[in-house]
């Protein structure tokens, strides 16, 4: 049954059977999307009053989908009749709505952000412990395998399976973990946000959750040779020595080397650790594989490797703005990353900053109207009361995002 629901009503989960446009006809989601918290924000952002949901007998959740150019069949014509689309999905009469727990939806509220939820704030809470668990465990990997102490591999297992379960029942982990202030040593949060990022990736591509646990517990571990690596290359600020970055490249061996000894950890966990920084083009390390050559747990936690150390806070660079973080995934999909997981998650990871304010680069400030999934990079920002395309205008780009 379809009905349709105030946006203020919606917590994350509830899947949208008719896509939503902007008041100036452009496509903000797909029928088909199951809503996240970021597509909640986004919406109140563009002002849209009410959607389209799909009545379900339970709260199960739904899974997450990447419907295709193809999803919805009356779509084109929604997109001809923009206007009328968007009274639909703004001025729908209250009469329309119904039968609220089985939705996903929270009782009324006058004109509330849906983020003033009690059931969003516990999610955040579990988000955060779990967070903080799993970092605590990596510090404790790292220290062992410095010390020349055996790892601890039940531990590892434990934090993996509370991240993947935070991934699978969690509906925006990715604007969690982009909010989160993070003051541990970047070492350990490093290791865990490439785990969540990398579970998350696999999330999308549909894997089990038994192999979410494992693409966990690969990201948590990828950088364990780094407890070989004498401290003071690790936390040099400045620019490396060749002889030092020669130094830092023995990290994936000699952490395949402490977990060989280790039966517990599976075998994608090690070719993980050990291939994260091999690349398609065969330019990576330590052996310069190509193509099938690296596993496909390895692909993704590459991906997960970059976008997280590109996104994280240094004492010696700002972070990558997220825009320039998806360019860069973009143009290494052409050679070395695998282009199949990176387009997977360009394609959602777009559809968190429709509605943010941007800073573009010539100084301009403008919010995200529409992202075009052809050119993920290249959204259509609105600056007033004119509209840049991003993708007719190679002489700019998004420089920040201001808020989300």
């Given at each position: 049954?379809?009905v349709a629901?105030?946006?203020?009503n ?7 059977v ?11 989601l ?37 419907p ?9 014509a ?7 689309t ?37 999610e ?28 601890p591999a ?45 579970a998350?990736l ?8 038994g192999?979410?646990?494992v693409l966990?517990?690969?990201?948590m ?7 070989q ?19 830092i ?6 952490g395949?080397?402490?977990?060989s ?5 599976p075998?994608?966990?090690?070719s ?10 065969g330019s ?5 594989l ?14 997960a490797?970059?976008?997280?150390a590109?996104s994280?806070?240094r ?19 052409f ?5 199949q ?8 990871v ?10 573009l680069?010539?100084?301009q400030?403008?919010?995200v109207v ?22 007719d205008?190679?002489?700019?780009a ?7």
């Amino acid at each position: 049954m379809r009905v349709a629901v105030k946006v203020s009503n919606l917590i994350p989960g509830s899947r949208l059977v008719r896509s939503v446009y902007s008041e100036y006809g452009a496509l903000l989601l797909r029928e088909g999307v199951v809503l996240t918290r970021g597509h909640l924000e986004s919406l109140h952002r563009q002002g849209v009053r009410e959607v389209y949901v799909e009545v379900v007998d339970d709260l199960a959740e739904p899974s997450i989908t990447a419907p295709g150019p193809g999803s919805g069949s009356s779509e084109a014509a929604q997109r001809h009749h923009g206007a009328e689309t968007t009274r639909s999905s703004h001025e729908s009469s209250p009469s329309t709505v119904a039968d609220a727990p089985k939705t996903g939806m929270r009782p009324d509220s006058e004109g509330g952000s849906p983020l003033a939820v009690p059931e969003l704030e516990l999610e955040k809470r579990h988000f955060q412990e779990t967070y903080r668990a799993a970092t605590a465990t990596v510090e404790n990997v790292m220290r062992s395998g410095r010390l020349g102490q055996f790892l601890p591999a039940s531990e590892v297992r434990e934090a993996a399976e509370a991240i993947a379960h935070v991934v699978h029942t969690t509906h925006d982990v990715l604007a969690l973990l982009v909010r989160l202030r993070q003051a541990s040593d970047p070492t350990f949060t490093h290791s865990v946000n490439v785990a969540l990022v990398a579970a998350l990736l696999g999330r999308w591509l549909k894997l089990s959750e038994g192999e979410l646990r494992v693409l966990a517990q690969a990201g948590m571990m990828h950088d364990v040779g780094k407890a070989q690596i004498p401290e003071p290359i690790l936390s040099k600020q400045e620019p490396l020595t060749p002889d030092e970055i020669r130094i830092i490249r023995q990290h994936p061996l000699a952490g395949y080397e402490l977990l060989s000894g280790v039966s517990s950890i599976p075998e994608q966990v090690r070719s993980a650790v050990l291939q994260h920084h091999e690349r398609g083009d065969g330019s990576g390390y330590p052996y310069g594989l190509t193509g099938a050559q690296i596993a496909p747990f390895s692909r993704l936690v590459a991906i997960a490797d970059v976008y997280a150390a590109m996104s994280a806070e240094r004492p010696y660079r700002r972070r990558v703005p997220h825009f320039r973080i998806a360019e860069h995934l973009h143009d290494e999909s052409f050679s070395r990353l695998d282009p199949q997981f990176v387009r997977v998650f360009l394609d959602h990871v777009a559809s968190f900053y429709v509605g943010s304010q941007v800073r573009l680069s010539d100084g301009q400030v403008g919010q995200v109207v529409f992202i075009d999934d052809r050119h993920p990079t290249r959204p259509l920002v609105k600056v007033g009361e004119d509209f840049i395309s991003l993708q007719d205008r190679e002489d700019l780009a998004v420089e920040d995002i201001l808020s989300l």
